[in-house]
């Protein structure tokens, strides 16, 4: 199970020009599956808006668009861009105004290959953690040491309930997921449920 990935700390922007059509390269960290509306209105005069995405930690997370553009010719090498340089959790959009020379396929692949490889050279690359989300349930009289346990972990509550029965939701690094099994399981009474990339699965 990938403990950490690597994605860009903050927006990025690159440029690039080939025979009079100019191509402007815009890269994003995200989270989710992002739309492209906002920057199709504000660049609402260019021909085309080709993107690539990639989610998770996996392989097959991800989506390319050509948005009109001879198949293959711009999603692609978009894509093969934010894989050669092993990012995640990343969108990368390439506008492109036409100068009224055509490039041909192997001239697009060039031009948004290098204006995404512009943009994504420009960026500050990071690794950050990977985690899972967990639903901890467990009686009242445990909950000093769950939440020790917690605490030891550095795992984020998202929400929480305390009561007779206590349930609480908590993000944790994947690294200290062995860790957090082996001592959730020493208290009585304590049910963790969780998921991941794989999907929904038992811990304990």
């Not at 020790?148 to 690294?175: G, H, M, P, S, Y």
Request: positive net charge.
């Amino acid at each position: 199970m990938k403990d950490l990935y690597r994605t860009i700390d903050s927006p990025s922007e690159g440029r690039y020009k080939d025979k009079g059509s100019r191509f402007l390269a815009f890269a994003y960290p995200v989270d989710h599956e992002e739309e492209i509306a906002a920057l199709k209105k504000q660049y609402h005069d260019a021909r085309h808006h080709c993107y690539a995405w990639q989610l998770g930690t996996g392989v097959d997370r991800f989506r390319v668009n050509d948005d009109g553009e001879p198949s293959g010719s711009a999603g692609k090498p978009i894509h093969g861009q934010i894989l050669s340089r092993e990012l995640t959790q990343i969108l990368v959009v390439v506008v492109r105004y036409f100068g009224g020379t055509l490039l041909g396929t192997g001239g697009l692949i060039n031009a948004y290959r290098s204006a995404a490889a512009e943009a994504l050279d420009g960026a500050v690359i990071v690794e950050k953690k990977v985690e899972s989300r967990f639903l901890l349930e467990f009686t009242y009289t445990g909950m000093n040491r769950v939440m020790k346990v917690i605490r030891d972990l550095n795992a984020a509550i998202e929400t929480q309930q305390f009561d007779l029965k206590c349930a609480l939701t908590v993000r944790v690094w994947n690294r200290h997921i062995p860790d957090m099994k082996r001592r959730l399981s020493k208290i009585g009474g304590c049910r963790v449920t969780g998921s991941h990339e794989s999907g929904s699965y038992e811990l304990l």
